[in-house]
């Protein structure tokens, strides 16, 4: 019989992994923990009354780049690219609100009604190790700025959650892609339906008899 500290190796690069016996023979179950994704994601149609206003959107250059990076002993290297994903999300989810939807390359000499910058403000993960859920876990959390020739109003901060059942076998980047998926399609949701509500866009909407 294998002892207990025969049940456990570890594998350069790949971290602890765990040895089952299955009838005789020894399987090894690869707990990958280097992890490298592009996230690419398409947003559903957002099922709400487009509204005429002309508004801009602008992306700073640090939001289309953005990437979640991470190095430690529990977790290896993480390297997500969340640039492309999110534009695309944020993109989708504003054009079906606005029709007069415009991508602005600066701030300046506004011709728009109002223009939205976002940012992102954090990204978290938990796989199932760190949870104990038989599931992976992702947070992600957006500022939006709302910008008029006048200046700013309050920014609005809009949340997302997604989980991605865990597999059997296997590594973790599927399900944290899964999860990170799910998050922005949450987001998206509270976009479509939260923002026509917005108080500080409908306020700066009234104030302007628009």
Aim: glycine share 8%; with cysteine.
């Amino acid at each position: 019989m294998l002892s207990a500290k025969a049940m456990q190796g570890y594998s350069e690069g790949h971290g602890w992994c765990r040895l089952f016996v299955i009838g005789a023979a020894l399987v090894l179950v690869a707990c990958q923990r280097d992890i490298s994704i592009k996230l690419e994601y398409e947003v559903p149609q957002a099922l709400v009354e487009q509204s005429a206003r002309k508004v801009g959107i602008f992306f700073p250059p640090k939001f289309s780049a953005a990437a979640y990076h991470e190095e430690s002993d529990e977790r290896g290297t993480w390297y997500i690219d969340l640039g492309s994903a999110q534009v695309a999300m944020f993109n989708k989810v504003l054009g079906d609100l606005f029709a007069n939807l415009e991508q602005l390359p600066s701030l300046e000499n506004l011709a728009v009604d109002i223009a939205l910058v976002p940012h992102l403000n954090k990204v978290q993960f938990a796989t199932p190790q760190e949870s104990g859920f038989e599931h992976f876990e992702s947070w992600v959390e957006y500022r939006i700025e709302f910008v008029n020739q006048g200046g700013s109003v309050e920014p609005w901060l809009v949340s997302g959650y997604g989980q991605a059942q865990a597999p059997r076998f296997g590594s973790n980047q599927p399900g944290i892609e899964t999860a990170l998926k799910q998050a922005l399609r949450n987001v998206a949701a509270k976009i479509a339906t939260g923002l026509p509500k917005n108080a500080q866009l409908q306020s700066y909407f009234g104030s302007t008899g628009q």
